[in-house]
């Protein structure tokens, strides 16, 4: 069975600090994505990777940088944590192709206080 | 660009009925849809996927969809449903023919299931 873990069910943070949510899939995939869900905003695309050390932005990657130095392992990074950061997050994997699905990660539910 | 809609932020049905979540889509060429159900507390798990061929796709946990061009439209059904069918589901289109193929998510509807 496909399996994407998240470092993080739930993650408290305070304001100016740095903060890394992991991810991590096993199945050999080439391309990883980081999502943030917000309750009516649906999941919004922050960045997405080809492959190891690429990196692509998505739609919202203001405030956000990503790491992927091995094929398994996605991290997003928030730089200096901000209360509008408060939010889920979502890894994804998915096999190269336009028709394949993703599969995703229970979610970290990321509070900035 | 691709752009998805679910015109229905929340849909109330009672155990046993009948249920429809719409999703609209816009885009130029054949696109690849997909419906996702993400349970409290859960990611999402894909429902089912469309590509090409039969129109009407069959899914997981009874729901099936049809694929409608004209209409642009990718709605998700099932005839009875469950108690624990109450989740949040997101319709996806992806792209088929160049371009980035990330695919765009709908806002999500959540199915509120009365005993």
């Known amino acids: 069975d496909v399996k994407v873990t998240q470092s993080s069910r739930y993650l408290v943070k305070r304001t100016g600090e740095k903060v890394f949510l992991e991810c991590v899939q096993d199945?050999?995939?080439?391309?990883m994505f980081w999502y943030r869900q917000d309750p009516g905003l649906g999941l919004r695309l922050i960045y997405f990777?080809?492959?190891?050390?690429?990196?692509e932005k998505g739609d919202i990657p203001e405030g956000y940088s990503v790491s992927r130095e091995k094929k398994e392992r996605f991290s997003l990074i928030l730089e200096s944590a901000s209360t509008n950061q408060t939010s889920m997050y979502l890894c994804?994997?998915?096999?190269?192709?336009?028709?394949?699905?993703?599969?995703f990660g229970p979610g970290t539910r990321l509070t900035v206080l | 660009a691709q752009s998805v809609t679910q015109p229905d932020i929340h849909i109330t049905v009672s155990e046993g009925a009948s249920l429809e979540l719409r999703c609209n889509y816009s885009?130029?060429?054949?696109?690849?849809l997909f419906w996702y159900v993400q349970s409290p507390g859960q990611g999402l798990q894909l429902l089912l996927k469309?590509?090409?061929?039969?129109?009407l796709v069959q899914g997981i946990k009874g729901f099936e969809a049809e694929f409608k061009r004209s209409q642009s439209s990718f709605n998700l059904r099932k005839p009875s449903v469950h108690w624990s069918d109450a989740a949040e589901y997101f319709c996806?289109?992806?792209?088929?023919?160049?371009?980035?193929?990330?695919?765009?998510f709908g806002r999500g509807t959540s199915l509120i299931v009365h005993p």
């Open positions: 199945m050999d995939h080439e391309n």
């Open positions: 996806a289109v992806g792209n088929a023919s160049g371009g980035s193929y990330i695919p765009t």
């Open positions: 469309y590509f090409s061929g039969d129109t």
């Open positions: 990777s080809y492959d190891v050390k690429m990196k």
């Open positions: 994804a994997s998915r096999p190269p192709g336009r028709r394949n699905e993703q599969f």
């Open positions: 885009y130029g060429a054949t696109p690849y």
